[in-house]
Every structure is written in C-alpha cells, then in structure tokens.
C-alpha cells in the first residue's frame, strides 16, 4: 500500500514538472513574440530610410542639374558678348585678351555641360536603386503586417494553451502531499526543476553521482532528495534494462587452442 502512495505521487509530481515546463516553455514563446514585431518594424524603418536616401540623392542630382543649366547659360551668353566686342577692338591686345575670355567663358560652359551628363548617368543608376529600395518598402510593409496578424493570432492560441495548463494545474496540486508539493515549488523556484529522474545512478538534474544506499531506496520506491543539487530524485521502473538472454554453455574444451602433433626425434 506504502509503496502504490509513494508510486501516485511521483506520478503525480511529474505530471505536475511537466506542466510546469509547458508553462514555462509557452510563457517564453509568447514573451519573445514582441521582439519579432519589432524586428519587421526595424526592417520597414531601414527599407524606408534606404528609400529616402535614394529619393534624397535623386533630389540633389536635380538641384545640381538646375544649378548647372543655370551655369551653362552664363558663360555662353558671356562668351556671346565678347564675341560681340571684338567687332569693336582697336589693337592686336584687345583682340587677345578678349579671346582668352571666350576660350575661359566656353571651356567653363563645356566642363558644366560634362558634369550635367555624368549627373544624368548618376540619376538613371539612382533611378533603379530607387525602385528597387521601394519595392522593398512595399515587401516589408506587407511583412509587416503579416507578422503582426501571426503574433496576434499566437498570442491568442498561447492564452488559451496557458489557460488549459493552469486549469489542469490547479486541479492536481490539492491531491498532492503538502509537504512533498511545499519541497517541490521550493526546489523549483531556485533550480528551475523540483523534479529529476535518477538513472544509471545519476541525478538527471546536474548528472551528480547518486550513493548506492540512496540508489537502492530509490529503486525502492522511495522519494529522496540529491545531494548535490536538492531535487526531488525518483527512479522510473520502465528505464531498468530488459535482462540479457541466457547464453548456452560452451561444450568441454571448446575455445581451446589444438594441440600440436608430437613429432618423433624432438
């Protein structure tokens, strides 16, 4: 009768570890869930600073453009106006130095215009990347949004699983023996585990050896605890090998070396 107690409560002091573990095991889950909302939040945030920067380059690429053309018109009419003056110059210096400023205004307006068509070989690259960088805003939008769907359906599926769990829990601890169960939460709350299972002489808790005299009362049936970590130990008869089947005994003399033939004059 003794030993049928001893058996319900560790099978129920199992039943009980192991629903704490789910507990444990789903509050975790549903803690982490958060982190993976921010994490597409973070990814939407980079997609949309990447598209902007791309818009922002698109942006300046025009400016300088706006800026150039504006350039451009400058120098030209100024190189206009000196073509205009030498119908009225006097001397051979005159007529040089306004040459010079037609060169310098006209070479002034070609670098410009150089620079204006690498601006324009620098847009139609920031064009692409700027498609790009907002379709991937577009994917990371609608990521997004599916995640925020997933966690808020898990989230749901979690309480109701941790709902079940604690119902369950809170039926099974009255039947337990106060004191076993008052060991059981004290042990839990400093190792994580109130419960270990002993096999092969070893606390499965912290793989600690397990004395022979407390291997022997366990296998015994009885509850104890371990010496080094304190969990509650108990042994599980399904874990005790199938015992070996009987070999047949060898035949006289077999496994012996054959003697060798006596030869004469040796």
């Not at 319900?8 to 095991?25: G, M, N, S, W, Y």
């Not at 699983?161 to 337990?176: K, W």
């Not at 005790?240 to 003697?259: C, F, I, L, M």
């Amino acid at each position: 009768m003794l030993l049928g107690r001893m058996q319900e409560l560790i099978e129920q002091l199992v039943k009980l570890q192991a629903l704490e573990l789910a507990r444990t095991r789903l509050t975790q889950e549903m803690r982490a869930l958060p982190v993976e909302l921010s994490q597409a939040h973070s990814d939407l945030t980079g997609a949309q600073a990447q598209a902007a920067e791309a818009s922002g380059a698109l942006m300046r690429e025009e400016q300088l453009r706006t800026r150039l053309e504006r350039e451009i018109a400058e120098h030209r009419q100024k190189a206009a106006r000196f073509r205009t003056q030498l119908d009225s110059v006097t001397t051979p210096a005159q007529a040089a130095a306004i040459e010079h400023e037609i060169q310098f205004e006209t070479a002034e307006a070609d670098r410009r215009e150089n620079e204006e068509f690498e601006s324009l070989e620098r847009t139609e690259t920031q064009e692409g990347t700027l498609a790009k960088a907002r379709a991937e805003v577009e994917s990371m939008a609608s990521a997004l949004e599916k995640t925020r769907e997933r966690v808020s359906q898990r989230q749901r599926e979690y309480k109701v699983q941790l709902d079940a769990l604690a119902a369950e829990r809170e039926a099974l601890r009255p039947l337990i023996d106060q004191e076993w169960l008052a060991r059981f939460d004290h042990t839990a709350k400093s190792r994580g585990t109130g419960l270990a299972k002993a096999v092969n002489q070893q606390c499965s808790g912290c793989n600690m050896g397990v004395r022979p005299q407390v291997w022997n009362q366990l296998r015994e049936g009885q509850l104890l605890n371990c010496d080094s970590c304190g969990r509650i130990l108990y042994w599980d008869p399904a874990m005790t090998p199938e015992p070996k089947a009987p070999q047949p005994e060898p035949a006289p003399g077999a496994g012996r070396a054959p003697r060798k033939p006596h030869q004469a004059g040796a």
